[in-house]
């Protein structure tokens, strides 16, 4: 059996070959005595055009071929023909076809007709048949193949880092809490009414927001690591770039600042671009045919699409550098985003920048990826470290966050607090409780070390690799506030 990727590249030598594909009917439609099928088997973007000849076949494969819906899978074998149509290289005409599992193409739940992706993520369990998510399903393989391979040749070792924690890594109170259920009794309410002492783990557990910490423990004995997991955040937000499980990458380095950080940050994600340019050539086509039409359909005047423009932009440029409150500047001096636009949140000092001014500092000012650094202590968790010789009432931390233009924060890291004295403070200020540190703060107590990580939210990679608008077409299964389906 030959993927049809493969059997689409080769050379013209092939000519004749004999070949089996299986796969799923595209488009079938027929003519008095021809037949002419389109399959895909999910390995590109491209179709395989069969040609099934009524007087070359059986009876019983005629009709077999001509009854095959769209959705059914079928087993073709022939030998290979130059196509006579442009742009299609090859074609098979049929010597035999079985119809594996058949498909009323008139009760298929993908409609031959164009389908908003809305429409798509409502059929979660077909969509991945669909041109447009078998592209970007495979961009978002090629990133994750890419991630190891990067972090792998670079050195680093990757860790498994638990789901199920009792610790809430960022601080922000936005957690799945796990516990057991007796089916047989009636559900109990969360919170207060839960016994924790006789619940499974004696203590409140949670489902992890962020690998770090876990992660921490494992650069403090073996260098350079890196975790890729899912996290969930129960996270009230509702929009195009936040989902409530998500994958995240999280390197974590002994013995490196800010700096090195913002290097490594930016030598990863230059390498998953350039991945994708170089191994997914005929997807990053198929997406920009796909942008070109959207914008279209929506009536937008420059239908220009720009997706490897887009990707080299990263792979070609250093990425800007711009201190957090150099950044509250230049986002001050203007009134708003756009001519006409005011800012839905003016930028204020000591506050986290919101969405609108990430996309204004990388879309607009620097037209490429744009790392800020050095932010206000208050708006950034516990662990980061303290800069030395700050103003009072002007403290920042060593936080870097990497802003993609169309994205926003692609990647938030900083330099860990690794002295313990001042770790301790700030925990107190900050109402943490040692006790539920302990672990953490042994790593400061026994071989501290400078070090530095940074976490990678992993679909927001993949929306600025294909193009896609809304986080939910970057995974295969959405889960959103109010939302999950399968
Ligand atoms: O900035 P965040 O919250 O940082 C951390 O969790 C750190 N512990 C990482 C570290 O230093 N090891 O999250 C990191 C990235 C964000 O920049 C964003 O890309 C992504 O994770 N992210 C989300 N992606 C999708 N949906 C959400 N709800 C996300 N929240 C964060
Ligand atoms: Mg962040």
């Given at each position: 059996r030959v993927a049809v990727a493969t059997l689409l590249k080769a050379s013209g030598a092939a000519e004749g070959t004999r070949v089996v594909v299986m796969g799923w009917v595209k488009t079938n439609r027929t003519q008095k005595k021809l037949c002419f099928m389109s399959i895909n088997d999910g390995s590109c973007a491209s179709h395989l055009q069969l040609v099934v000849t009524k007087d070359e076949v059986p009876e019983a494969m005629w009709e077999a071929a001509t009854g095959a819906g769209n959705g059914a899978s079928v087993r073709v074998e022939g030998c290979l023909k130059a196509s006579p149509k442009e742009g299609q290289k090859w074609e098979l005409p049929v010597e035999s076809i079985e119809v594996l599992g058949p498909s009323d193409g008139a009760k298929y739940p993908i409609p031959p007709v164009k389908i908003n992706l809305?429409?798509?993520?409502?059929?979660?369990?077909?969509?991945?048949?669909?041109?447009?998510?078998?592209?970007?399903?495979?961009?978002?393989?090629?990133?994750?193949?890419?991630?190891?391979?990067?972090?792998?040749?670079?050195?680093?070792?990757?860790?498994?880092?638990?789901?199920?924690?009792?610790?809430?890594?960022?601080?922000?109170?936005?957690?799945?809490?796990?516990?057991?259920?007796?089916?047989?009794?009636?559900?109990?309410?969360?919170?207060?009414?839960?016994?924790?002492?006789?619940?499974?783990?004696?203590?409140?557990?949670?489902?992890?927001?962020?690998?770090?910490?876990?992660?921490?423990?494992?650069?403090?004995?073996?260098?350079?690591?890196?975790?890729?997991?899912?996290?969930?955040?129960?996270?009230?937000?509702?929009?195009?770039?936040?989902?409530?499980?998500?994958?995240?990458?999280?390197?974590?380095?002994?013995?490196?600042?800010?700096?090195?950080?913002?290097?490594?940050?930016?030598?990863?994600?230059?390498?998953?671009?350039?991945?994708?340019?170089?191994?997914?050539?005929?997807?990053?086509?198929?997406?920009?045919?796909?942008?070109?039409?959207?914008?279209?359909?929506?009536?937008?005047?420059?239908?220009?699409?720009?997706?490897?423009?887009?990707?080299?932009?990263?792979?070609?440029?250093?990425?800007?550098?711009?201190?957090?409150?150099?950044?509250?500047?230049?986002?001050?001096?203007?009134?708003?985003?756009?001519?006409?636009?005011?800012?839905?949140?003016?930028?204020?000092?000591?506050?986290?920048?919101?969405?609108?001014?990430?996309?204004?500092?990388?879309?607009?000012?620097?037209?490429?990826?744009?790392?800020?650094?050095?932010?206000?202590?208050?708006?950034k968790a516990f662990y980061m470290r303290m800069n030395e010789g700050c103003a009072p009432g002007k403290e920042t931390v060593a936080a870097m966050d990497v802003l993609f233009p169309r994205v926003g924060e692609m990647v938030g890291g900083s330099q860990r607090e690794e002295r313990l004295d001042i770790l301790l403070a700030k925990m107190a200020e900050m109402g943490l409780k040692e006790e539920d540190y302990s672990g953490y703060l042994d790593t400061r107590r026994f071989g501290s070390q400078p070090h530095a990580g940074f976490g990678v939210g992993f679909e927001r990679l993949v929306l600025y690799a294909t193009g896609m608008g809304n986080i939910r077409d970057a995974i295969p299964f959405p889960r959103t506030v109010g939302q999950m389906i399968h």
């Amino acid at each position: 059996r030959v993927a049809v990727a493969t059997l689409l590249k080769a050379s013209g030598a092939a000519e004749g070959t004999r070949v089996v594909v299986m796969g799923w009917v595209k488009t079938n439609r027929t003519q008095k005595k021809l037949c002419f099928m389109s399959i895909n088997d999910g390995s590109c973007a491209s179709h395989l055009q069969l040609v099934v000849t009524k007087d070359e076949v059986p009876e019983a494969m005629w009709e077999a071929a001509t009854g095959a819906g769209n959705g059914a899978s079928v087993r073709v074998e022939g030998c290979l023909k130059a196509s006579p149509k442009e742009g299609q290289k090859w074609e098979l005409p049929v010597e035999s076809i079985e119809v594996l599992g058949p498909s009323d193409g008139a009760k298929y739940p993908i409609p031959p007709v164009k389908i908003n992706l809305e429409t798509l993520r409502a059929i979660t369990h077909m969509r991945p048949r669909t041109g447009v998510m078998g592209a970007v399903m495979r961009i978002r393989n090629s990133l994750a193949y890419a991630t190891h391979n990067f972090f792998q040749q670079s050195g680093f070792m990757y860790v498994h880092a638990p789901l199920i924690t009792g610790a809430d890594c960022e601080g922000a109170g936005e957690m799945f809490q796990v516990t057991t259920l007796d089916l047989a009794k009636p559900l109990p309410k969360l919170g207060n009414d839960v016994d924790y002492t006789k619940d499974f783990f004696g203590k409140p557990a949670f489902l992890t927001v962020s690998g770090q910490l876990n992660g921490e423990y494992y650069a403090c004995a073996f260098g350079s690591i890196y975790t890729f997991g899912p996290t969930f955040r129960a996270e009230n937000s509702n929009t195009t770039r936040h989902l409530a499980e998500f994958w995240m990458i999280e390197p974590e380095i002994a013995f490196c600042d800010l700096p090195k950080n913002m290097d490594c940050a930016e030598s990863y994600l230059r390498h998953c671009f350039r991945h994708v340019l170089e191994n997914n050539a005929d997807d990053l086509a198929f997406l920009e045919e796909f942008e070109i039409n959207r914008k279209a359909d929506e009536g937008i005047v420059d239908t220009e699409a720009k997706l490897r423009e887009r990707l080299e932009v990263v792979v070609k440029n250093d990425f800007g550098r711009l201190p957090y409150t150099e950044a509250i500047e230049i986002v001050s001096k203007v009134a708003g985003p756009r001519e006409g636009v005011p800012w839905e949140f003016p930028p204020v000092w000591g506050q986290e920048l919101q969405t609108e001014h990430e996309k204004y500092l990388a879309e607009v000012v620097y037209k490429k990826p744009v790392i800020v650094y050095n932010y206000p202590k208050g708006c950034k968790a516990f662990y980061m470290r303290m800069n030395e010789g700050c103003a009072p009432g002007k403290e920042t931390v060593a936080a870097m966050d990497v802003l993609f233009p169309r994205v926003g924060e692609m990647v938030g890291g900083s330099q860990r607090e690794e002295r313990l004295d001042i770790l301790l403070a700030k925990m107190a200020e900050m109402g943490l409780k040692e006790e539920d540190y302990s672990g953490y703060l042994d790593t400061r107590r026994f071989g501290s070390q400078p070090h530095a990580g940074f976490g990678v939210g992993f679909e927001r990679l993949v929306l600025y690799a294909t193009g896609m608008g809304n986080i939910r077409d970057a995974i295969p299964f959405p889960r959103t506030v109010g939302q999950m389906i399968h």
